[in-house]
C-alpha cells in the first residue's frame, strides 16, 4: 500500500509524474519482478498497470505492508 | 452546422490504442509530418462522415498527464487548448480510453475535462475488457463524467461504428473549464477512485495470460534467453530476406543504367546519368530491402507489446554506459544499418537519452562494413586454426563487431561524464498487455516509414552522389595519359592530398583516395580500390584484387584500414539522418568529429603497434 511520494529535491518531475501514474495514498502496490542484474529495474504493479521503475526512482514511493498477501 | 470540415484531436495515454482507432478511421488517407523544430510527429488524416461532411483527424502523441515533462506532452497540451503556433484548437476532442485499464486511464479523461472544451470519451478494447469480465456502466459513467461515452474496438472492421456516429452528430456541450494547480490534481484520484467504485467491476487486475507470459519473458534467466533468440532471428531474417532483394535492386539499376546508357551518345552527360544516377540510386534504394524487413520486425515488437520487455531486461546494463533499456533496439537495428536504428530512436521518450544513442548507433558494424572487411581480412589474414577450433579469420571478424560494441559503450560512458546536466531521467515506462499485432497497423507503420526514408533520403543523397561522380570524372585525363582516368581527376588530387593526413596510419594515396566513395557507401571502398589498381573484373573477382592489395600494402596499413573502418565518421546518409532526426547541424558536427578522431587514434595505435612488432 502507498503511504506517499517524496520529492527527492524540491519540484521534482519524477516523483510529480509517479503521483500523476497513480502513486497516490491507500493505492495498492505489488512488485512483480526484478531486473536480472542487480534486481534493478523493479516491475510494480498498481492496479492494473505495470510501470517498470529503476531502484532510485521507487526510493520515493514510502509504502507501509498490510496484512495482504 | 456548415459544411466546413471539422477538426477533431485523438487523445489518451500511450497504449490505449488511439493510433489502431487513428487507422481505423482514416485507413491509408494520412499525412505524416513533424511539428516545426522538433521531432514529435504530427499524424493527420480525414475522412468523411456518412453526413456527407468532411472529418480532419489529428493524432496526438500519447500522454499520461497535462503536467509536460517531454515535448510530445507539452505539444499535445498547447495544441488541445489553442496555444500551439500554426495549429488552429480542434472543434472536438475525442479522449480515447483502455477500457481495461481505466484506473490510469480515466484520470487522464478528467484532466482533458477541466480544459473546458467539448470531449467525447471512446472506450477501447471493449472486446479485450468483456474477455476478461470487465463490466462498465456506461449510462452511469456518462452521466458522471458528463460528457458522451461510445464503446469501440479498434482492432476490429467496423469497430469504430459507434464513435463515428457520435462525432458526426451534434458536437456535445463543453464541461466548465477548471484551473490546473497541484491540489485540484491530487483530488483527481479519489474522483476517479469513486467513478470506478460506482460503474466497473472488474473480477482480476490483470489478464491471466500475460502475468503467464511475463513469468517466462522477464525471468532473470528464461527471459534473456528469450531475448537472445528474438534478437538471432531478426538478425537472421535480415540477412535472409533483405540482402537478396537489396542486391537485385542494385543490380535492376545497374541493367537499367547500360540500357540508359545504350540510349545516350558518349560523353559527360552518359557518365552522370550511368554512374552518378543509376548507380547512386541503385545504392541508395538498395538500402530499402533490409530497412523494410527489421522495421517489420521491429513494428511486430512494438505492438506485440515485447519491446518494452525487452528494455527492462536490459536497462541496467545499458544505464551504466550513460544510454537507457530503450537504446537497445534501435542499437540492434545499427548492426543491419545505421539509418533505421536512428530513425528507430524515436521510441526513447527522454531527448537527452535519445541524442546519445543516435551519437554511439553508428559504431554498431553495419552490413556496408562487411564487404570491406571481408577483402581486407581475406588478403592479409592467414586461414589458420587458433586452439583447434577457431579460425583466426572469423576471431578478426568478431573482434571488429567487439570493437564497435565497446567503442559505443566507451562513447555512451564518456558522454555521460561530460554531460553537464547531470539530473536523473527515469525510466518509468508502462509493460502494456500483450497483444496480437494488426496486419493493417503493421503494414501503414512500415508504409510511413519507408516513405519517410525515400522521400527525405533519396535527395540529399543523390545530391551527393552527383558531387561525388563530378570530382572523380573532371577534369578529364590529359591526351596520351597512361594511368587510370581517376588519377587525373579532383579526386585523384583529393586523394593524394589527403595522404598527407593518412600517411601515419599507413595508407598509401590509394587508400586514402578510396576513402572519398567510401564516405557515400562504404562498400563501395571495393570498388574503388578495385578501380585504381585497375584490376579486371572489379568486385565481381575479389580476388585478383586480393593478390594486388597483398602485394601493395603491409599487414600494418591493412589492420589499420580495418580499424580505421570500425570506427570512421561514415556514411553521409547517415550524418544525414542524424541531422534530420535531430533537426541540428551541430550534432552532426559533434558525431563527424568524435569519430573521425576515435578512428584515427585507434587506426595510428594500430599501425604503430603491428609495424613495431612485425
Redesign the interface.
Known amino acids: 500500500m502507498v503511504d506517499r511520494v517524496d520529492d527527492?529535491q524540491t519540484a521534482d518531475?519524477?516523483a510529480?509524474?509517479?503521483?500523476?501514474?497513480?502513486f497516490?495514498q491507500g493505492?495498492p502496490v505489488r512488485v512483480?519482478?526484478?531486473?536480472?542484474?542487480?534486481g534493478?529495474?523493479l516491475?510494480i504493479?498498481i492496479?492494473?498497470?505495470?510501470?517498470?521503475?529503476?531502484r532510485?526512482?521507487a526510493a520515493r514511493v514510502l509504502v507501509s505492508t498490510e496484512a495482504a498477501a | 452546422m456548415s459544411a466546413a470540415t471539422m477538426r477533431i484531436a485523438l487523445v489518451g495515454n500511450p497504449n490505449c490504442g488511439k493510433t489502431a482507432l487513428f487507422n481505423q478511421l482514416t485507413g491509408g488517407r494520412q499525412k505524416v509530418a513533424n511539428y516545426a523544430g522538433v521531432t514529435v510527429e504530427r499524424k493527420e488524416g480525414r475522412f468523411t462522415a456518412p453526413s456527407g461532411r468532411m472529418l480532419q483527424i489529428l493524432d496526438l502523441p500519447g500522454t499520461y498527464s497535462f503536467d509536460a515533462t517531454s515535448p510530445d506532452e507539452q505539444i499535445t497540451r498547447d495544441v488541445l487548448e489553442g496555444n500551439y503556433p500554426g495549429e488552429q484548437a480542434p472543434d472536438l476532442i475525442v479522449c480515447v480510453a483502455d477500457a481495461t485499464n481505466l484506473r490510469l486511464h480515466l484520470r487522464f479523461v478528467l484532466e482533458v475535462r477541466r480544459l473546458g472544451r467539448p470531449v467525447v470519451l471512446a472506450l477501447n478494447m471493449m472486446d479485450a475488457a468483456r474477455q476478461r469480465g470487465i463490466v462498465i456502466d456506461v449510462p452511469e459513467l456518462q452521466r458522471r463524467l458528463g460528457m458522451p461515452v461510445v464503446e469501440t474496438v479498434a482492432v476490429k472492421r467496423g469497430g469504430a461504428q459507434a464513435l463515428i456516429a457520435q462525432v458526426d452528430g451534434e458536437v456535445p456541450a463543453a464541461a466548465p473549464a477548471q484551473p490546473d494547480d497541484p491540489l485540484s490534481r491530487a483530488d483527481l484520484h479519489a474522483q476517479v477512485r469513486e467513478l470506478l467504485a460506482a460503474t466497473v467491476s472488474m473480477p482480476r487486475a490483470t489478464a491471466a495470460i500475460d502475468d503467464a507470459l511475463d513469468r517466462w519473458a522477464l525471468h532473470p534467466v528464461f527471459g534473456l534467453a528469450i531475448l537472445a533468440a528474438v534478437m538471432f532471428l531478426v538478425f537472421q531474417a535480415v540477412y535472409a530476406a533483405g540482402k537478396p532483394m537489396s542486391d537485385l535492386i542494385g543490380d535492376g539499376f545497374a541493367w537499367l543504367g547500360g540500357h540508359a546508357a545504350a540510349g545516350l551518345p558518349e560523353g559527360p552527360l552518359k557518365g552522370l546519368i550511368v554512374d552518378g544516377v543509376f548507380a547512386g540510386m541503385g545504392t541508395v534504394l538498395g538500402f530499402l530491402p533490409e530497412i523494410l524487413v527489421l522495421f517489420f520486425f521491429i513494428l511486430m515488437l512494438e505492438e506485440s507489446g515485447y519491446l518494452p520487455r525487452a528494455a527492462f531486461l536490459l536497462d541496467r546494463l545499458m544505464l551504466s554506459v550513460g544510454l537507457t533499456g530503450r537504446s537497445f533496439i534501435p542499437l540492434l537495428s545499427s548492426f543491419a544499418c545505421a539509418i533505421p536504428g536512428i530513425m528507430g530512436t524515436r521510441s526513447i521518450t527522454d531527448p537527452r537519452d535519445r541524442l546519445t544513442t543516435i551519437l554511439v548507433a553508428p559504431l554498431m558494424t553495419c552490413s556496408a562494413r562487411l564487404p570491406v572487411y571481408a577483402l581486407l581480412i581475406g588478403a592479409f589474414i592467414p586461414l589458420r586454426r587458433v586452439f583447434g577450433i577457431f579460425n583466426l579469420q572469423g576471431l578478426v571478424l568478431f573482434a571488429l563487431y567487439l570493437a564497435g560494441i565497446v567503442g559505443a559503450m566507451a562513447v555512451g560512458w564518456t558522454i555521460k561524464r561530460m554531460r553537464r546536466d547531470r539530473s536523473e531521467h527515469a525510466l518509468l515506462m508502462e509493460l502494456p498487455s500483450y497483444r496480437l499485432p494488426k496486419p493493417r497497423d503493421v503494414a501503414i507503420g512500415l508504409w510511413e516509414r519507408g516513405m519517410v526514408f525515400l522521400k527525405r533520403l533519396t535527395g540529399v543523397i543523390l545530391a551527393l552522389t552527383v558531387l561525388m561522380w563530378f570530382i572523380s570524372t573532371f577534369p578529364s585525363p590529359p591526351a596520351g595519359a597512361t594511368g587510370p582516368a581517376i588519377d587525373y581527376s579532383f579526386a585523384g588530387y583529393i586523394g593524394r592530398g589527403l595522404t598527407y593526413i593518412f600517411a601515419p596510419l599507413g595508407f598509401n594515396w590509394q587508400i586514402s583516395l578510396s576513402l572519398i566513395p567510401a564516405f557515400a557507401a562504404r562498400e563501395t571502398a571495393v570498388a574503388a580500390l578495385a578501380t585504381v589498381y585497375a584490376v579486371a573484373g572489379g568486385e565481381a573477382d575479389s580476388a585478383g584484387l586480393s593478390h594486388a592489395l597483398a602485394a601493395n600494402f603491409s599487414l600494418a596499413s591493412a589492420l589499420s584500414l580495418l580499424v580505421w573502418f570500425a570506427f570512421a565518421p561514415q556514411c553521409m546518409s547517415t550524418l544525414a539522418v542524424i541531422r534530420r532526426e535531430t533537426r541540428s547541424w551541430r550534432n552532426v558536427a559533434i558525431a563527424f568529429g568524435y569519430m573521425f578522431a576515435v578512428a584515427y587514434v585507434a587506426a595510428f595505435a594500430t599501425y604503430q603497434i603491428t609495424r613495431a612488432l612485425t
Not at chain 1, 16 to 22: F, S
Not at chain 1, 32 to 38: D, E, F, S, W
Not at chain 1, 47 to 54: D, I, N, Q, V
Request: no cysteine; aromatic share 4%; charged share 25%.
Open positions: 527527492a518531475p519524477i510529480q509524474r509517479l503521483r500523476d501514474l497513480g497516490v493505492e512483480v519482478a526484478t531486473g536480472p542484474l542487480g534493478d529495474p516491475l504493479q492496479g492494473s498497470t505495470r510501470f517498470a521503475l529503476r532510485s526512482e
